[in-house]
């Protein structure tokens, strides 16, 4: 079974720009957990998408986004970056929402300059 | 505030010197304590869920156990290719599916 996807692997961008990352979950995976990690203050959570709705939000700005499309493939979006924005952005999936394993893609990491 | 506080922050053994990684945590109604392994430059590896005190898991050299407080991943005469930074995370019933992590143990193994 293919695991958790993430495109791209590495992006650079300019402070001020957006970016867009995808993910795509393990197949039956109806739920897509979105993280940020960082040397400081290690990984921490940004959101939750299951059915299409964002169910949990982590303590991030409005300029942190997502969305989770019908084949339960998820996108996120920060608008405005700024160079604290530069981080590995994990992607999660589980079976459902609730207490179920989180399995992780290989992340995105973003620089912003 | 719910917390998680790892222990100690690196740990370098010799092959098959065996030791724990401590987890500490402080959450208003546990659902779940996770334990993953990272390497550099992947995603973190799901490793064991524990729900309640008393709970054991194994895998392979890894063993985790859970109290009302804290959690030990014992690893047994590990070898070289366990190195890996083992990172903690709780979910709690009022934060929905959110895993608050710790900060991890990077343990490295020689031959």
């Known amino acids: 079974k293919a695991g958790v996807t993430q495109t791209p692997r590495y992006l650079i961008k300019t402070r001020g720009q957006q970016v867009t990352l995808s993910c795509s979950p393990i197949?039956?995976?109806?739920?897509v957990s979105w993280y940020q990690q960082t040397p400081g203050q290690g990984l921490q959570f940004l959101f939750e998408y299951f059915s299409e709705t964002q169910r949990n939000k982590g303590n991030f700005p409005g300029r942190f986004s997502g969305r989770q499309f019908s084949n339960s493939r998820s996108e996120m979006n920060v608008s405005t970056l700024e160079l604290g924005d530069s981080a590995l952005y994990l992607c999660?999936?589980?079976?459902?929402?609730?207490?179920?394993?989180?399995?992780f893609g290989p992340g995105t990491r973003l620089t912003v300059t | 505030e719910d917390q998680v506080t790892q222990s100690p922050e690196a740990l370098r053994l010799q092959e098959g010197e065996s030791s724990s990684l401590n987890c500490s945590y402080t959450v208003s109604g546990l659902r779940g304590l996770f334990w993953y392994r990272q390497d550099p430059g992947k995603g973190p590896e799901f490793l064991f869920t524990l729900y309640s005190a008393g709970e054991e898991k194994e895998k392979e050299r890894l063993k985790a156990t859970l109290t009302k407080k804290e959690s030990f991943l014992h690893i047994t005469a590990p070898k070289p290719e366990d190195s890996a930074t083992y990172l903690c995370?709780?979910?709690?019933?009022?934060?929905?599916?959110?895993?608050?992590f710790g900060k991890g143990t990077t343990l490295s193994v020689s031959s």
């Open positions: 999660a999936s589980s079976l459902s929402s609730g207490s179920y394993e989180q399995y």
């Open positions: 197949s039956g995976h109806r739920s």
């Open positions: 995370a709780v979910q709690a019933y009022q934060a929905g599916t959110a895993l608050i």
